[in-house]
């Protein structure tokens, strides 16, 4: 079983990465190691797709029910976004913030191993799954990213050195982010029309979704029309954070969580 | 005193509106429904079934245009059109689908819960009035940049009239919905189906389930507490798939699976392959403890709804069982038999409905009692006239999503 590889894998992710954030902090000071600092991060980054390729292949459908597989998912794509984000926008510190917190969901599934289960119930068996769950985490790891700089928005205007810039990445990390949520939100609304009969139930899920939905929606109308009222800006931004994380994780604990057809970790 | 309060009410009213005015109204609007929904008997919920939901969109659609064109000029229109009244109408809407995610929308004991409606928010009035006002902005706006349409506009175009129409067609919508299911017998054809308040409906055509298939999967292995009977490791998740040859390690006990049939029965001390109604699975395994090197063999089974399930003791505190298997697929393999003569045969399966005459029919559910064994399948009929204008809408907001990703943020850009 793959998921016994998971320490190997995950640990020589990790110290590559860790190394990396290294030759990152010394790149500050001398620029020309900077190139290293990438380099230990791709192998990183390489090492674990190759992991995640073996597990897909080895469970035989997609790692994508738990919350344990979403959390694989998730420090799969944070590196990604650091990546492209450094490209566009040439922040490293937003670059050493993927990795850190890739790191930290690694660490937080070899801490919580799990021997994945390969059974897939019948709904799930569908070709909207990868999909939808695919476009949703990458949603989730971009806009939980935009949540860190309006944190460092605020820590800058306490500091009283605040920058418009902040507020600019974070404005093109929510569009990012948004787009992938409409996509999730909507591939969701399809699937369901194949697999339950109707697009829109008001699953308690369906429900948490749109609300976090809904968040994005006033920051994305209140920047544009309230252009230099960072600090409102800010505060929503944060704001629709929580509804998201209500939604990934909280619902469950609501009680509203048993009429929902999305609470698989139970099984 | 009169003279300061005169002053305070024209600043507070006066032009333009913005988002103390707006939230103003939007808790008017909030507040009278749900004065309704505590004054006015609520046993029917409000909804338009055709025509009048058609002519309904029509004439609303008509209205807000007329409005827009010219009417711009007043104040409330302008006020619908400007972004307070935008941001104010979303802010409500998210606070009121907000109470949808908290409070069980189910029957409650709770007083103020049921008066007030707040177990059935998509039918109640407050959300009705706000949803309306959400739609009326939503529809003037997206009227107001089609008018002025520039290549620019594209984007905004495409996710404002996108949701608009996925909105009000799935509002107006549930008036003309029909769900119906309807229980199918293996070689019966069946042509009553119910609905939700279980009215027996007549179908202009007949089912006639020829086989019903499930497909499982292995049954799973589990170390129970033999005290409290819960399975005791890994939290009871993710357990270990019976495979033949396999080994597992539970605790300080090493399990081998020497054996899995799929469907037997016991015969003596043994469990042979048999092929019966309720006919369970069971498996051979050996175990060995770890701890003190010694070794126990036997038969364990799942059971079925014929026959008890077998576990093995394998010390004081813990035993292995097999659990009941999880279903893997199930189909129905049906013909259709219309008024004509006309016999269509299909295979329906979760996820995979089949389309007939105007009705989506989906497999549904089965006899779980029996299992595999199952002669019934229950099927769902659809049937969604407005389907159309909501894929109008949501793939409109999918065209939207792949804009609004390349093309970015209009303020950064410019800015840069």
Known sequence: ?267 | MSENNIKIQRNLWENPWGYVESFFIGFGLMVTGFFLEVFVSTSNTFTLSYPFNLIFLIGYVLVLFVLYKWFASTQIIRWLTKVPASITSIVLVTLLVMIMGIIPQIPSESNIITNLGLNHITSNWAFLLILFQFLTCLGLISIKRILQFKWSNFGFILNHLGLFLALIAGVLGTGDLQRLSINVYEGKPSWIATDAQKNEIELPFAFYLKDFIIDEYHPKLALIDNTTGSISHNNGKNLYLVEKGEKYTFKNFEVTVDEFLPNSGRIGDRYEKVNEIGSPPSAAITVKNIENDSIQSAWISSGSFRYPYESLKISDEYSMVMTIPEVKKFSSDIDILTKEGERISTVLEVNKPFKHNGWKIYQLSYDDKMGKWSDLSVLELVKDPWLPLIYIGIFMMIAGSFYMFWMGNKITKNQE
């Open chain 1, 1 to 267: 079983m793959t998921w016994i590889d998971f320490p190997l894998y995950s640990s020589i992710s990790i110290s590559l990465w860790i190394l990396g954030l290294l030759f990152l902090l010394i790149s500050y000071k001398k620029e020309s190691i900077f190139k290293f600092a990438n380099l230990l991060f791709v192998a990183g980054w390489l090492t674990l797709i190759l992991f995640v390729i073996k597990l897909w292949i080895e469970l035989d459908r997609p790692p994508m029910r738990t919350l344990g597989e979403t959390r694989l998912w998730y420090a799969t794509f944070l590196p990604l976004i650091g990546f492209l984000t450094y490209i566009r926008w040439k922040y490293k510190w937003f670059l050493a913030y993927s990795i850190v917190m890739a790191s930290m969901f690694l660490a937080i599934n070899y801490l919580n191993p799990e021997t994945y289960s390969k059974t897939l119930m019948p709904a799930l068996q569908s070709p909207w799954f990868i999909p939808h769950v695919l476009v949703y985490l990458f949603s989730y790891a971009v806009l939980a990213a935009s949540s860190i700089v309006a944190i460092k928005g605020w820590y800058d205007s306490y500091k009283g050195n605040f920058k418009m810039e902040t507020l600019k990445l974070a404005d093109n990390l929510v569009y990012i982010g948004f787009a992938f949520l409409t996509l999730g939100l909507l591939f969701g609304a399809l699937w369901a029309k194949e697999a339950w009969g109707h697009y829109w139930t008001w699953d308690p899920k369906e429900v948490w979704a749109f609300l976090t939905w809904m968040g994005y929606l006033i920051y994305i109308h209140y920047r544009n029309f309230h252009i230099h009222k960072s600090q409102q800006a800010l505060t929503i931004l944060a704001l629709a954070f929580v509804v998201l994380l209500v939604c990934w994780f909280g619902v469950n604990y609501l009680p509203v969580a048993n009429t929902s057809v999305h609470t698989y970790t139970n099984y």
